[in-house]
């Protein structure tokens, strides 16, 4: 190839096989020894196409900017000047805790250039979160926000580290603080490339584990390549269009959904820089900025079809994709019902890229995560890493290399113990169930710890969940085990109510959604347990934390 576009410079980095109905059979990533995001891909696009859309930021108050490609490389490369410059260097550990600013793109980038090592954070930290973090990384650096008490839950943390934290800050001033806006106009925006290897340390993410300290999953340069598969293939995104991943920029969501795998394939990025999320505003936004392809969580869908949809003109929307959670089938049929767009689901982790997913150009089946990606080699295996027949449950394998398979994390960062867990006998351990039906699509049960054993019964959570969140009176749920003597456990609901039924909480309301989910599933995995709450236990990336309920009424079971 020899007249590169923005459109096509990703195909030299990838290997890619369709069938005879257009479906991607093969994805594989070519990636030359020394790639690298930001000089490849951000700095290459400012050279071909400078002027080009990268990002359109808008916040609160309706303030927007528009990032070019040119725009990018250049301020990355001030960021990088600025950063070399205070000391950080080649695999130094830099977190970043900027909500959806839009200074976190350049900043990655910069890191990208000069070799450090990324670790976005979720703005929610509490002092004891980051004071954790800063040890088990050795964080040379912090790249944060200015509102809230971030800004102080960070220095609460860091007097209790045994060594000093180089504190940048983004929209402000703080004493003790470098101004990160003031500070980079001081420094160049030319930058000689820096010798980096695509094997080497790029990104870590904090893994939101639903017990115990959260582990960090890290990647190398290759990753970005890897997502490629994601943009193109399973989000559809359009190299004229808009493309709206909702996630903050702290969740590996982001990864997946609002940096390397869109500009890639030279698509703009839209941010809307909101702290809480409210439905209206963000149907507004998709309205006003005519966003082309969309990707949320199922419960953001959810809250969309409450808000009402048919009050907005979506007609920009051309394609949609929900991971980050299981789908509940309600959600999938009254969207298409409302749009005529199929929800394509996809399921993932912080330590990958979509593992499985609906692929452009398949029939999704309503509540199925859809088939293995081609970048993977993946199976259902037991307890024994035995194959299991269509329909059993079985944990979610990959084969591939120890910690060198692409795609994947490289290990979990000074933690050889649970990266052993989760890599063996030449399979990487999701720890994550489900099912496969005789076509071969996958269906989410939960996590192994999250199984139900019942009376000689296998009970995933998502199974039952999906049955009550079609109830008019379930706004949020959570499926746990509960202990019972002698069916050794039983199904429990916890449930928060819609406003509409919060005043006919009862033993009515009860029978009545016991009996809605015997009509609806098999009766064996009907609630024996109901309680309405006010609040789920969850972690910081927002997942429900079961292990929490579970583990309370087993202690309750033991007074």
Known sequence: MENYTVENWHEQFVTEEYDENGILTKFQINAPENFNFGYDIIDKFAELEPNRRALLWVDLED?????????????????????????IKKGDCVMLTLKRHYQFWYILSALNKIGAIAIPASALLTAKDFQYRFKAADVKAIVSTHSGEVPLFIEEAEKNTDHKILNFIVNGSRDGWVNFDEEIEKFPDTLERIPTKS??????????????????????????????????????????????TISDTGWAKAAWGKIFGQLTMGTCIFVYDFDKFVPAN?????????????????????????????????SSVTYCNIAGEALQPEVFNKWYEATGIKLMEGFGQSESTCIIGNLIGTTPKPGSMGKPMPLYNVDLVDDEGNSVPPGVVGEIVIKGEYCNTPGLFRGYYNSPEPTDKAWHDGWYHTGDTATRDEDGYYWYVGRNDDVIKSSGYRIGPFEVESVLSAHPAVLECAVTGAPHPIRGEVVKATIILTNEYKDKAGEELIKEIQTFVKRNTAPYKYPRIVEFVDELPKTVSGKIRRTEIRKNDFENAKK
Not at 71 to 84: D, G, Q, V
Not at 297 to 310: D, L, N, S, V, Y
Request: hydrophobic fraction near 40%.
């Open 63 to 87: 303030n927007e900017k528009l990032l070019t490609f040119g725009n990018l490389s250049r301020l990355s490369n001030k960021a990088a000047n600025m950063f070399l410059n205070a000391g």
């Open 282 to 314: 963000m149907l507004k936004m998709i309205e006003k900025y005519k966003i082309t392809t969309l990707c949320a969580p199922p419960t953001m869908f959810r809250f969309f079809i409450a808000e009402g949809i048919e009050k907005y003109d979506l």
């Open 199 to 244: 094997d080497e340390l790029m990104l870590m993410y904090f893994t939101s584990g639903t017990t115990g300290h959260p582990k960090m999953a890290v990647h190398d340069h290759k990753m970005a390549l890897a997502h490629i598969q994601n943009a193109k293939h399973w989000q559809k995104v359009d190299p004229n269009g808009i493309h709206l």
